[in-house]
């Protein structure tokens, strides 16, 4: 995709990150993104920010949503981490996974973008015991697309961690870096 098409999908990339950064930034260093009682996050991509978000709805707080991304580049990594809702069991774990496939193919398909190409293991076999990644590619009328790579895990909280980009490069890039996050386990 040339830049001209990177920089009209954009518009569409912001809008699936809109609520995200409605909610109020709080930047964070780059030495200051492990947060100990949830995450581990490797240091990020040269010119790559790290920030820290609320997850609310209707006013009540289900966690924290981190967002990477590069001022100017459509390119994003969000981390959601759902920490009021048990997710130790496998019935949860399944329904959870859905919800984040599916919210994230909801958003983009308001935006005019439906599925081109998908690979999703069978989560109703899943057991859970490595992360589950969903790959999609989503495509408008106009020959755009955006590329998602999920990588869904669980403690007793459920992780989404979620790299949108148009550019295939960039989706190398922050795959990479989103395979090195962790949930942090605190010494015994």
Do not use: C
């Not at 790290?50 to 289900?62: A, F, I, N, T």
């Not at 991304?69 to 399944?94: I, W, Y």
């Amino acid at each position: 995709m040339n830049h001209s098409a990177r920089t009209r999908a954009f518009p569409a990339l912001a809008a699936a990150f809109a609520l995200h950064l409605a909610l109020g930034v709080v930047g964070v260093e780059a030495n200051e993104i492990d947060d100990p009682s949830l995450l581990l996050l490797p240091e990020p991509p040269h010119g790559f920010v790290v920030e820290r978000l609320p997850l609310l709805h209707e006013g009540k707080s289900l966690g924290f949503i981190v967002v990477l991304h590069k001022p100017g580049s459509g390119g994003r990594v969000t981390m959601q981490a759902e920490t009021n809702f048990d997710r130790t069991t496998r019935p949860a774990r399944v329904a959870a996974t859905k919800g984040y496939v599916n919210g994230v193919a909801e958003g983009l398909h308001k935006q005019g973008f439906k599925i081109a190409e998908k690979q999703i293991p069978d989560i109703e076999k899943a057991d859970f015991s490595q992360p589950v990644v969903v790959s999609i590619t989503y495509a408008n009328d106009a020959g755009e697309k955006i590329y998602s790579r999920q990588r869904l895990f669980f403690t007793q909280h459920g992780y989404n961690v979620n790299v949108l980009t148009s550019d295939p490069e960039e989706l190398e890039l922050l795959s990479e870096w989103a395979s090195r996050v962790r949930p942090y386990r605190a010494p015994n």
